[in-house]
């Protein structure tokens, strides 16, 4: 990879988040430095119940998650404002990003997840005290 080509991609993830129209802020937002976007540096995670049962509460998934390295909101405006770095085989699933969480509109604690529908990929929300399926799943560094 160039020089170049690495400045590019690099993400600061210590800089605060975009924060939707509307929403209340974020009440968390784990602070990771720069990261270079390389797709083979991050894998997709599900929780023990999304893998066992197709079904976990957003609150165990998040305590499940304690510790580990999830990627923030700022990767996921990046890769919606540079689609084309997005790897076709994460189209099938809704890509979480659990380092950033936020207060919605309503005020609830959500977090922010990318998914694709037809060409384009999108931005969306779940509210973490909801059950989240085996098609949510965190996206971690490696």
């Known amino acids: 990879m160039t020089e170049k080509h690495i400045h590019s991609h690099s993400i600061d993830c210590d ?11 974020y009440r ?3 602070r990771d430095g ?3 976007w ?14 066992d049962y197709g079904l976990a509460a957003g609150e165990a ?3 499940e998650l304690v510790g580990k390295p999830v ?8 890769l ?3 689609q084309h770095l997005i790897p076709e085989e994460l189209g099938c699933a809704y890509i979480l990003f659990w380092g950033t969480e936020y207060h919605d ?8 997840y990318l998914y694709k529908s037809g060409a384009r990929w999108y931005w969306s929300s779940e509210w973490i005290d909801d059950e989240l399926n085996n098609h949510r799943q965190a996206i971690l560094r490696i």
């Open 34 to 36: 720069l990261f270079v």
């Open 80 to 82: 919606l404002a540079n």
């Open 105 to 112: 509109l309503f005020g609830k604690p959500c977090i922010r």
């Open 28 to 30: 968390k937002h784990r």
């Open 15 to 25: 800089a605060p988040p975009f924060v939707p129209d509307g929403w209340f802020g």
């Open 71 to 78: 990627l923030n909101a700022n990767v996921l405006d990046y």
């Open 61 to 63: 998934i998040c305590s």
């Open 38 to 51: 390389d797709p083979t540096k991050v894998t997709l995670w599900l929780s023990r119940d999304q893998r």
